[in-house]
């Protein structure tokens, strides 16, 4: 008797044919990809540890006192899965929608619209994921040097957080993405982008704000990814980190159908 065969449902299968697309473009210029995963590490350097110098240690929420280097290695982990999520979900994605036209031929094909989407989300998370675990490659190295930038267990949650940062942040640009109409439209997704990395409780305490402008700066989903890793790392959670992952799953989420929907208009009209 031949044994049963359970096959795992198209609806799973087909988004990973558009990995395998992009991986099969990526596989003589990976380091395009991975060059991304610098950034970050050069603020850790100059921030974290040449300003840090100055600045001492920083106090949390809760009244734990960290070094400063401690309070910006996780904020930036956020950033990396930020960056790695929105260059691909906005450029890249962009010139394959309205140039290259890989869609209109991709439809034509049994994979649906949605699977489209999906299959180029799970990317941007491929690709975020590879900016995280290098950053997390060089905060493991410091901490076996003695730096300990990752000062709790639960740091080991950091990068399934970093994942879920960088699906909502997917998400969301991929669906600003469908909106843009020329190359010079990506200054005004610029315009939210590098605000939010400053300001973000990123390098300082958002207590440094007045109590209204802190306010507007805990809705934003970088500060709410920053907060969540950081949480982890310093092995301080809160019922807060749960707002944290609902927040930008559904960030994630909401973008997802909006991309569904208007790659339909985009592609089908």
């Not at 109409?181 to 305490?205: C, E, N, V």
Request: hydrophobic share 55%; aromatic share 12%.
């Amino acid at each position: 008797m031949a044994a049963l065969r359970i096959s795992p449902p198209l609806v799973l299968i087909r988004p990973t044919r558009m990995v395998e697309r992009n991986l099969l473009v990526y596989r003589r210029s990976f380091m395009v990809i991975f060059s991304g995963f610098f950034e970050p590490l050069f603020y850790l350097f100059s921030m974290g540890f040449g300003v840090g110098a100055l600045v001492g240690s920083v106090q949390l929420g809760d009244g734990t006192s960290v070094s400063y280097a401690v309070f910006v290695a996780p904020a930036l982990l956020a950033s990396s899965a930020m960056n790695g999520a929105i260059y691909e979900t906005s450029n890249n994605f962009f010139g394959k929608l309205k140039y290259a036209k890989i869609y209109d031929a991709v439809i034509a094909t049994p994979m649906s619209l949605a699977d489209v989407a999906r299959g180029e989300i799970l990317w941007a998370l491929l690709r975020g994921s590879l900016y995280v675990l290098g950053f997390l490659a060089v905060i493991g190295v410091l901490g076996i040097g003695g730096l300990g930038l990752i000062s709790s267990p639960m740091g080991l949650l950091a990068f399934p957080a970093a994942m879920v940062v960088g699906y909502g942040f997917a998400g969301a640009g991929m669906a600003a993405t469908t909106f843009v109409r020329k190359w010079q439209d990506f200054d005004f997704l610029q315009l939210a982008i590098m605000p939010m990395f400053l300001f973000s409780g990123t390098f300082y305490p958002i207590s440094a704000y007045p109590a209204a402008l802190q306010v507007v700066v805990e809705c934003t989903p970088l500060y709410r990814g920053v907060h969540l890793i950081r949480a982890l790392t310093t092995g301080t959670p809160d019922v807060w980190i749960a707002i944290d992952v609902l927040y930008l799953l559904a960030m994630g989420t909401i973008g997802l159908a909006i991309v569904s929907k208007r790659l339909s208009k985009l592609l089908l009209a």
